[in-house]
């Protein structure tokens, strides 16, 4: 944690000799051993500064499941030796749109080892937002520490500073302009669906390669031929949401990682929340009389949220217009609809309960069109009683010994007044061999209360009638 105003964390959330969190002291109501990660970076500090976990092979849940961190240590050493090397899970993570800043540790016992850490370890830069080349400022900073500690004072889960990591080349500047559009369903507004990025990188000795990182893959691909400076302003249509970042070598193989630049067009888009623990996602449309309206995918997002397995579909969630819901009721906004929880059991022995699966999160797509994402069922928990949703999970996970795979769900812009179209697919294997005890339902993957059901074949099924037969 660092930023320019943290503090040490308050005797009430730390072991009697204030070395430590206390995990023990959670709500009444609940068991929630995470709760001293709440107290401490929102409650007591705000969310302003950074906030990373790192030590990740020793860390108790893998590196899906950290909780309040909206940074990501890729490279860390102790005394001159390697501690982390995550640039794995890091590109994991931005792929999924966790959306973290790159960053380094290096501890040192002896202020000795400051000279060698500056020439062999990689740096942390973090500067003010500095030059865009246009003309145009979202705020004019100013230069230097002064610039920085105005970032920090400013800062909540997302904003994003101007920093990257390096051993070697120099991000002079990688900002991006109208990344984030909100047409109100004004779909003839073209202007309303590009943005604009710039990427300036310079090298003492000369730059090699250059890549532009997108959904796990290399977007764009760059040679500069040695040349010591590169400067580009690349222009993008905004119908495909992206967590863009940027990878820099120089001819010494030395690399520079930026942090990302997330583009979304909010007709139809999708984000992990400020806390990184849930997906919510919504769309803005326009109704047949002209109002604008916010409609959902279903429940939180179509990417499911880590913590134990609770994937669901609400497939008429929000359509409804001007339904009388009061806002102090806590009801969901629209009429009560159909809720689906999407999950696989089957009828083995000792399979887990669902909720012991570990939902490890993928995102697919989001554009203005489609929503596409799940979660994988590859892993189960350890420690039963730290079972939890995407806030309060704290189990070590395990490979899950019986299937593995994924879900994904897809969803379509819906119309208001209208149509919504998508589905849910499982792509799963079994590990070993299953024996099925239950001849009537070995296996399932939904249930709901309903009036009238149709089938893939059209049939209607109506509650007072016979359910379909089983099989």
């Known amino acids: 944690t660092f930023g320019g105003k943290v503090q040490y964390p308050l005797a009430t959330i730390l072991t009697p000799d204030g070395k430590y969190f206390d995990s023990s002291k959670t709500w009444a109501d609940k068991q929630m051993p995470t709760k001293y990660i709440f107290d401490y970076f929102f409650e007591q500090l705000g969310y302003t500064g950074q906030f990373a976990y790192f030590r990740h092979a020793e860390n108790r849940i893998p590196a899906w499941e950290y909780k309040m961190n909206n940074a990501f240590v890729v490279y860390s050493t102790e005394n001159g030796k390697p501690l982390d090397d995550a640039f794995d899970m890091f590109s994991y993570l931005q792929a999924t749109n966790f959306c973290y800043h790159p960053m380094v540790v290096s501890l040192m016992d002896d202020p000795a080892e400051i000279a060698r850490a500056v020439r062999e370890d990689w740096r942390l830069v973090n500067v003010a ?32 500073p101007f920093q990257y990591i390096t051993q070697g080349p120099t991000i002079n500047c990688w900002r991006g302009r109208w990344e984030i559009v909100i047409p109100f369903g004004e779909w003839y507004r073209p202007d309303q669906w590009r943005y604009r990025v710039r990427l300036h990188v310079t090298s003492e000795v000369g730059l090699q390669e250059i890549l532009l990182m997108s959904a796990g893959q290399v977007y764009a691909r760059f040679l500069p031929n040695g040349a010591k400076e590169f400067d580009k302003t690349l222009e993008f249509e905004n119908s495909q949401q992206r967590a863009m970042y940027p990878l820099i070598t120089d001819l010494n193989g030395k690399r520079a990682i930026g942090s990302y630049i997330r583009n979304s067009n909010t007709l139809w888009n999708e984000f992990i929340c400020g806390d990184r623990c849930n997906f919510l996602a919504y769309g803005m449309m326009r109704t047949r009389s002209g109002k604008w309206h916010q409609v959902k995918p279903s429940g939180n997002a179509v990417t499911h949220n880590k913590g134990g397995w609770m994937a669901e579909l609400t497939p008429a969630a929000t359509l409804t217009v001007d339904y009388p819901t009061l806002p102090v009721d806590g009801a969901p906004q629209g009429q009560e609809t159909p809720r689906f929880p999407i999950f696989p059991a089957i009828s083995t022995p000792g399979y887990p309960d669902t909720t012991h699966i570990n939902c490890r999160p993928i995102w697919g797509v989001s554009g203005p069109d489609a929503l596409v994402g799940g979660g994988s069922v590859d892993n189960i928990i350890v420690d039963k009683d730290s079972w939890g949703n995407a806030w309060s999970w704290w189990s070590p996970v395990q490979p899950n010994p019986f299937i593995e795979g994924y879900g994904m769900h897809t969803a379509f812009a819906p119309w208001p007044e209208g149509l919504r179209a998508g589905w849910y697919e499982f792509h799963l294997r079994a590990r070993q061999d299953l024996p099925l005890t239950d001849p009537d339902l070995p296996i399932r993957f939904t249930y709901t209360r309903f009036t009238e059901l149709r089938d893939g074949e059209g049939t209607v099924f109506r509650t007072e009638q016979e359910l379909p037969p089983t099989g």
């Open 129 to 160: 937002p500095g030059e865009f080349g246009d003309g145009t400022y979202t705020e004019d900073y100013g230069q230097g520490l002064a610039a920085v500690r105005k970032i920090y004072s400013q800062q909540v889960a997302w904003l994003r």
